[in-house]
């Protein structure tokens, strides 16, 4: 691609982007159910379909808009200036409808004997508070941007393009899969959200955890750049 992509290409990258990434990983969730896995396979194959999508997600992208496919890495790499603020919006809304439509595919074409919403891809919380909840994806979503910035937005990084960041995801799944589905994303935890209609009253800990964990860690890589200046 000749010159630098416009804001319009560059957001129709993150559209499709995460389309292929919630596509596969939501994909998984419906077809190991339709299987009848046990819970510790589908936990596996979940967090090797969300990192290995997300890997080449990312690499598809990132020459384009960044591979960022998640509002909170948008948010992260804008504390950190690493993002351009007319990006933030533009960015997040194609995130959420590439989210969507991805799971709009699912629905109207996969069998529809599958069970709950929760099977077309939607995390869920069990066994853990809203509070705690909150916390871990912050706290995952905090070293997914940091990652990001250390394999990706670095110059020094090694020339690895997404696979890092969906290493990172498939462990993260595999530590907090079974408590909050390991969302880290909230156009990921959205999309079938609002394909499956299922809406839990906390629904927002999708939002809010990954959010403050991406603000931080742009905060946190803020300041580790400016001690190297």
């Known amino acids: 691609m000749s010159g630098n992509p416009s804001l319009a290409q560059r957001a129709l990258a993150e559209f499709l982007g995460t389309f292929l990434f919630v596509a596969v990983g939501a994909g998984s969730a419906v077809a190991f159910q339709s299987l009848g896995a046990p ?3 589908s936990l596996v194959v979940a967090g090797l379909a969300n990192g290995i999508g997300l890997g080449v997600a990312i690499s598809a992208t ?13 948010v992260g790499l804008l504390v950190g200036k690493k993002a351009r ?3 933030v919006l533009p960015y997040i809304v194609a995130q959420v409808l590439g989210a969507t439509f991805a ?30 909840g909150a916390l871990l994806e912050a706290a995952m979503t905090f070293f997914l941007v940091f990652t990001v910035y250390g394999t ?12 890092g960041v969906g290493l990172f995801v498939l462990a993260a799944v595999l530590a907090i899969g079974p408590f909050t589905g390991a969302a880290m994303n909230p156009a990921r935890a959205t999309g079938p959200m609002v394909a499956g209609l ?3 009253g906390y629904w927002y800990l999708y939002w809010a955890g990954p959010l403050a964990g991406g603000i931080i860690a742009g905060a946190v890589q803020r300041f580790i750049e400016r001690k190297q200046e």
């Open 198 to 200: 299922f809406f839990p």
């Open 103 to 132: 799971c709009f595919l699912l629905v109207s074409t996969l069998p529809q004997n599958l069970g709950s919403a929760v099977h077309w891809g939607a995390p869920a919380i069990a066994g853990v508070s809203v509070a705690q």
């Open 152 to 163: 990706i937005v670095d110059a020094r990084a090694p020339k690895i393009a997404g696979f």
């Open 85 to 87: 603020g007319s990006d």
């Open 62 to 74: 990132m020459g384009i808009s960044g591979g960022h496919l998640n509002p909170a890495v948008t």
């Open 39 to 41: 819970g510790g396979s």
